[in-house]
């Protein structure tokens, strides 16, 4: 066997993983598209909870979480923000407990606290011996499945990676139909010479991440392309006001 190009291989594998999650890693036999109208799970008292009867009138979060996830806390916390932003706006959140395969009284103290900690008003369930976890393939927690009104899958998002939180937050707005209304739009008037454009938005990430250097860098470039790009100038000026 050739190690070397084992590692290789190895290496390219971690390093696809790690720029984007594969939707497969956190269901792998759930899909974009999906039906899970029909699903039933149990409630905290131990009640059949059929998710049809909780979807929200626009869009529902469906988590997949346990206590022993850290991660798992960062988004029944963040889950419980969008609640309360916007259950008003038709969204509801279903928080179901993967823990163990047999749920004991105790898993269910656990879930309750965690659940007080992270200050949750939204729905708890329990998914008693696994089905759903096995049915699906739930191979990361927490995992995330975006649902549309009628119940149907419409973003998947695995495990609970920083870098990919916005994009969850955007597909939520998208679909409870705030996120056009926040987004201001450009003139269509707005028509920029050259790499201004490409110049000024790499520029934006670099501010955003606190290096100021490179942007001002970036905008030099942007202005050199297009020296009337209102954006680059305003941005460049509030860096340029911050330095001082």
Not at 101 to 122: H, P
Not at 204 to 216: I, P, Q, W, Y
Not at 227 to 242: S, V
Request: hydrophobic letters at 45%; zero cysteines; a negative charge.
């Amino acid at each position: 066997m050739n190690f070397k190009k084992v590692s290789l291989s190895l290496l390219i594998l971690l390093s696809l993983l790690i720029i984007r999650p594969s939707e497969s890693i956190a269901f792998r036999r759930l899909s974009v598209g999906d039906d899970l109208s029909a699903v039933v799970v149990n409630s905290m008292d131990k009640t059949a909870m059929p998710i049809a009867d909780y979807l929200g009138e626009k869009a529902t979060l469906l988590l997949f979480f346990a206590t022993w996830s850290p991660r798992s806390a960062e988004a029944l916390a963040d889950f419980e923000r969008y609640f309360e932003d916007w259950s008003d706006n038709g969204l509801n959140v279903i928080a179901i407990n993967v823990e163990h395969d047999t749920i004991t009284d105790v898993d269910r103290e656990l879930v309750l606290k965690a659940a007080q900690e992270a200050k949750v008003k939204y729905v708890l369930a329990v998914d008693e011996e696994l089905k759903l976890y096995n049915r699906y393939g739930v191979s990361a927690v927490p995992s995330t499945a975006l649902l549309d009104p009628r119940g149907k899958v419409t973003y998947i998002l695995p495990g609970y990676p920083g870098f990919l939180r916005d994009e969850l937050k955007e597909e939520v707005m998208d679909l409870i139909g705030i996120l056009q209304a926040e987004k201001k739009p450009t003139p269509k008037a707005a028509v920029y010479k050259g790499k201004s454009e490409r110049y000024y938005r790499m520029a934006l990430l670099f501010s955003k991440k606190g290096m100021t250097a490179r942007a001002l860098e970036t905008l030099d470039k942007a202005l050199i392309e297009d020296p009337e790009h209102m954006g680059a100038l305003e941005l460049k000026r509030t860096l340029e006001g911050n330095i001082k």
